[in-house]
């Protein structure tokens, strides 16, 4: 292919005129957005009175940003293309917003900003300003699903919207600071996992301009060659264009943009053709650009354009500086203003004629605003997954392995609407049963041995999470629906990740035309008290405590003590709209308490009183028990049982509490308890022996209004660990039923002194049960192999 030729014939000279004009009109209403209180359109002089007293915002990437907006709008229009753009530069917020104004969705969505000079101050205005809009691509910007304060994730979200769209190109624009993280970095190899039969493509952008805020880029400044090997070593077809000289880069461009569009449409045809589907070799672009083009190239005699100079405001000072507000209307007039907007403001008809129309719109394309294409899930009934319980305690079945045929036929239902995401990690936490019905998704190379492995495949594992998180939140935004299984001590690592989906699902509460999403579904197993084997770097239950930080509208915590509370809670979660829903549960085989029925009506409640292994009947309790998490479940159970058996004149009340919300005041989370409720079932004035599945001051905080708090007494994880066993870990953490025993001992008025022997008993009870694992190297039986007995039966161990 003559590519010097091919350069040449993409754009007539009239296509490049209008393309020139429409990228101008964007770079001077990013420039405005910056800098302008009024006098939009350089009707006068600019004054002082004319400029924001504070600038903020971030130029240096804008006209890279303006100019791919406009050749991808080029070829919307040439190709009649559905497509959206996901923007990594985040600060390149005033350019995107030019091109939503531009194209008329800005004023469709905000009708007090209208296309015209009136409009036009108004958004200038508002950007960066108090009242107004952030400075990055933020929720408040119509066709955008990231807003990229925070940098690493454009790529993995890119891929998750382009997942099970095959009609969709998701152009990305990766910055080369951005290019430095390591999520962005692990981000390349998604195409390993997109199959170019039943998903959409992905075109990347890397967008070389030279410099992050004080700093060249890696990326930058490697030898083209390293950089077009890393490139291809990630499974692209690179391209370069280069250059300073507009007329030359938009020619370049518009053949390029032209060629990737052309190769990613024959690997879908040639993929969805009926033949074998392999992992094609991608088609993305790389754009090395000045930083800052088009602005001034020197401020006071220092170079700016091209330089880290121009990565926020090129001029500061201008309301106190003549020569500053001078180069500034220099710099506005030079894109011509008088050329491109009417008498009215209004951009002229050649610009607005330009863009797509309608749904064509990436500011408009419906998966952008992904509640609007959501739809329900076909959730088979969950209660016919359950597994009898004649007694309490029976059967013992692990948690996540009961949920799994749910899920298989959750995923058998929703073939083009659900999947599973998981770090390596699906079978490892039970989960197993889903592979019944699909594969791991995969479209690398495959070796007799390898287990379920598919182009086809609705389960995205790969070893970051990093990957699985944008992946979701990508595949969320875009109106599906999925769940993130993990370890529970390493999905911290995502901690970050998950603030920006909650700053997001927060701010698009309040937005009247952003319909909510599906939520973000959490499952952590492989938890904290049962990483005995692993050890000490595997036990970490803080990530609900991260969680509960964010807004109360937003997040919902759930430990479920059982399976058949399990298939409840994931149910629910599965058909909620806007939350993270975060949810704990065992994998290891543990006693079952609750009947199907049970369970939902207790899942339903959020807590309340197992009145099965209460005895205090109509009466005040003495001591409350409560208990949170399924290993907390269990301990407190034994320790229930310990005490009717030894002190059965002592009334106990044992309340579970399966939704960690509910602790909370009404007034401060939705599911809270008003206090009235609270004190009817935790007593006003009793003694509460509360065990918690995480760290126990997460309880006292929850609690702290509450009038009886002071009675309150919280056991749950100390960061004591190591490799052990499973009950030498909670008596390390003084979590067990021996130590829950003491504690009502030690916190019942009166109860001291005649439970002396059973205190001490108690002690010598811990004492022993750590000698057996010193010398056995496993738990006594006596204490592993506790089942709970309805009626008290002297010789129950």
């Given at each position: 292919m003559d590519t010097a030729l091919d350069v040449q014939r993409a754009l007539t000279d009239d296509e490049l005129r209008r393309l020139d004009a429409y990228w101008r009109a964007a770079n001077y209403l990013t420039v405005g957005q910056i800098y302008l209180l009024g006098n939009p359109l350089l009707r006068e002089p600019l004054t002082r009175d004319d400029i924001?007293?504070?600038?903020?915002?971030?130029?240096?990437?804008?006209?890279g940003l303006n100019l791919i907006y406009a050749h991808l709008n080029r070829v919307i229009v040439a190709r009649d293309l559905n497509a959206m753009l996901v923007t990594g530069p985040g600060h390149g917020g005033p350019a995107i917003v030019a091109n939503t104004w531009l194209e008329g969705t800005w004023s469709e969505r905000y009708h007090d900003v209208a296309r015209d000079e009136t409009g036009m101050a108004r958004l200038f205005r508002q950007f960066s300003f108090p009242g107004g809009i952030p400075s990055h691509v933020a929720a408040d910007v119509p066709g955008s699903i990231h807003e990229g304060g925070e940098l690493g994730y454009a790529l993995s979200?890119?891929?998750g919207a382009a997942f099970d769209h095959p009609d969709l190109v998701v152009a990305c624009v990766v910055g080369d600071g951005e290019a430095e993280t390591g999520p962005l970095a692990g981000s390349w190899l998604s195409n390993v996992f997109l199959n170019p039969a039943r998903d959409g493509a992905v075109l990347p952008i890397l967008h070389l301009n030279g410099y992050k805020i004080a700093n060249p880029t890696v990326l930058s400044r490697i030898p083209e060659t390293d950089l077009l090997d890393l490139m291809r070593g990630s499974g692209y077809e690179p391209y370069v264009v280069a250059g300073d000289d507009p007329s030359v880069v938009h020619r370049a461009l518009a053949a390029t943009m032209d060629r990737a569009l052309d190769e990613?449409?024959?690997i879908q045809r040639e993929a969805r053709s009926g033949g074998v589907v392999e992992r094609p070799r991608w088609p993305m672009i790389i754009l090395r650009t000045p930083k800052g083009w088009t602005g001034p190239r020197e401020v006071d005699g220092t170079e700016v354009e091209g330089t880290y100079r121009a990565h926020q405001v090129p001029l500061s000072g201008v309301r106190d500086n003549p020569a500053h507000l001078a180069e500034l209307e220099r710099w506005l007039r030079s894109y011509r203003p008088e050329e491109l907007f009417d008498a009215t403001g209004a951009p002229v008809d050649e610009l607005r004629t330009l863009p797509p129309t309608g749904d064509r719109r990436m500011s408009a394309n419906p998966v952008t605003n992904g509640g609007v294409v959501l739809r329900d899930l076909d959730l088979p009934d969950f209660s016919e997954y359950g597994v009898d319980v004649p007694e309490p305690g029976q059967p013992m079945a692990g948690a996540t392995g009961v949920l799994g045929p749910w899920i298989r036929d959750v995923i058998t239902a929703n073939p083009q609407t659900f999947r599973l995401f998981g770090p390596d990690e699906v079978a490892s936490n039970r989960l197993g049963a889903a592979f019944e019905a699909t594969d791991r998704a995969w479209m690398a190379a495959t070796v007799p041995g390898d287990d379920h492995l598919s182009p086809d495949g609705r389960v995205m594992e790969v070893l970051s999470e990093h990957l699985c998180q944008g992946w979701l939140e990508g595949y969320l935004l875009t109106g599906r629906h999925g769940v993130f299984t993990s370890y529970e001590a390493f999905i911290h690592i995502v901690d970050s990740m998950l603030n920006q989906h909650a700053k997001w699902l927060k701010v698009t509460r309040a937005?009247?035309?952003?319909?909510?999403?599906?939520?973000?579904?959490?499952?952590?197993?492989?938890?904290?008290?049962?990483q005995d084997h692993n050890g000490f770097s595997h036990q970490d239950p803080?990530?609900?405590?991260?969680v509960v930080n964010k807004k109360a509208e937003v997040v919902r915590v759930y430990l479920p003590p059982d399976a058949n509370t399990l298939l409840a809670t994931m149910d629910h979660c599965l058909r909620s709209r806007h939350y993270i829903n975060v949810v704990v549960a065992g994998k290891q085989p543990a006693p079952n308490w609750l009947t199907m029925n049970e369970a939902i009506q207790h899942t339903r409640r959020g807590l309340g009183i197992w009145e099965w292994a209460s005895?205090?009947?109509d009466s005040e309790p003495d001591v409350v028990l409560a208990c949170c998490g399924d290993v907390?479940?269990?301990?407190?159970?034994?320790?229930?049982?310990?005490?009717?058996?030894h002190l059965p004149d002592l009334k106990v009340r044992l309340v579970n509490v399966v939704d960690l919300m509910r602790l909370q005041p009404d007034t401060e989370h939705p599911h809270g308890l008003p206090d009235s409720e609270f004190d009817t079932i935790f007593t006003p004035d009793r003694p509460v022996i509360f065990a918690y599945h995480g760290y126990p001051w997460l309880i006292h905080r929850l609690t702290y209004r509450r009038s009886n708090h002071d009675n309150l007494h919280v056991r749950g994880y100390k960061e004591e660990g190591t490799t052990t066993t499973p009950f030498d870990m909670v008596m390390l953490n003084d979590l067990d039923r021996f130590h829950l025993v003491i504690d009502v001992i030690d916190r019942v008025p009166g109860l001291g002194a005649r439970a002396a022997h059973l205190r001490q008993r108690m002690v010598d009870a811990r004492q022993a049960a750590r000698d057996y694992t010193r010398r056995y190297g496993e738990d006594d039986p006596q204490v592993a192999e506790w089942r709970w007995v309805r009626e008290t039966d002297p010789t129950n161990p």
């Open positions: 924001k007293p504070r600038l903020l915002g971030h130029w240096g990437t804008s006209p979200h890119a891929y990613i449409a024959a937005i009247p035309w952003r319909q909510p999403i599906a939520s973000l579904n959490y499952l952590l197993s492989s938890h904290v008290w049962r803080g990530f609900i405590d991260h005895n205090d009947d907390p479940t269990l301990e407190t159970l034994a320790a229930a049982d310990l005490l009717r058996r």
